[in-house]
């Protein structure tokens, strides 16, 4: 399994880390950190000397109540950090975090090679036509409602069956627009409540059938702290336990704040599974 990222293809039979890089004041682990230029360059720095193949730059705050932000400052907080990084790595592959079609398209024209869309094209109508028009990987989560009111919609018929018809319908939609290299991820988190998340990560296995890399994104989650009752920055040892069984369960792709430990976990599990009688 292979998607193609600006012309290099990257093969996911091996799964891949990507870093969180939070250009935003108030995320919920680590927002403030990354807005300057210097930090960031060393923390993109950090991050691929452990072993991320991806780096994911979101400027907008999808945590639960988290303030909203205008596409103007989206991009001005996005753009200027997104060209220093490619001057100083030019081989770097860039994510774009965001569920606006204009913030996608004017960073995919600076050199960024990933959409990440939180809300699967749900929040902009143009998002699948400008991610089809610049054919780059697209990465579809499962949300409902927006990062304002999804925690009180956590209600479903049956999860599984709900969040599998979601992204029967997405898919179809990309593959008629030609999009060609779709990532699902199922939405840690958002609209859904912690046992709603552990039953998502049970079944996990059960995307496999669309035949696509899935990505999880659970890092520092309160799915991690609420369970252990401790704070994001105490979460780090329950984060990669779940890393583990989501990497046995089929994850392709940890979208993570601490890429050493997630890439350690990948080898771990790939060890395993190589030696298995």
């Known amino acids: 399994m292979t998607i193609n990222c600006k012309g290099t293809l990257i093969d996911l039979n091996t799964p891949k880390v990507m870093g969180i890089l939070n250009l935003t004041p108030d995320s919920f682990y680590d927002g403030g950190k990354h807005q300057a230029k210097d930090p960031v360059l060393q923390q993109v720095e950090k991050m691929l000397t452990e072993g991320a193949t991806f780096i994911d730059m979101g400027a907008y705050s999808s945590r639960p109540g988290a303030d909203h932000v205008s596409e103007d400052e989206e991009l001005q907080r996005l753009l200027p950090l997104l060209e220093s990084i490619l001057q100083r790595f030019p081989e770097v592959i860039i994510s774009i975090d965001t569920f606006r079609s204009k913030v996608a398209a004017e960073c995919l024209e600076t050199g960024a090679a990933i959409i990440n869309d939180i809300s699967a094209g749900n929040l902009d109508e143009n998002m699948f036509a400008t991610v089809a028009k610049h054919q780059v990987p697209y990465i579809m989560m499962h949300l409902k409602g927006t990062p304002q009111s999804m925690q009180k919609q956590a209600v479903y018929d049956d999860l599984m069956k709900d969040l599998r018809f979601y992204f029967s319908e997405k898919i179809s939609e990309a593959t008629a627009l030609k999009i060609n290299d779709v990532i699902i991820d199922p939405g840690f988190g958002f609209a859904k409540t912690t046992e709603q998340n552990y039953t998502l990560l049970n079944h996990l296995d059960l995307f496999e059938t669309f035949e696509l890399p899935i990505l999880i994104g659970l ?21 990669t336990a779940l890393h583990t069984i989501a990497l046995l369960k089929g994850a392709d792709i940890l979208r993570v704040h601490d890429v050493k430990e997630a890439v350690e976990c990948v080898k771990l599990v790939q060890e395993l599974k190589a030696n298995v009688l």
């Open 219 to 239: 890092s520092r989650k309160s799915m991690v702290y609420k369970v252990l009752q401790s704070s994001p920055k105490e979460a780090l040892n329950g984060t």
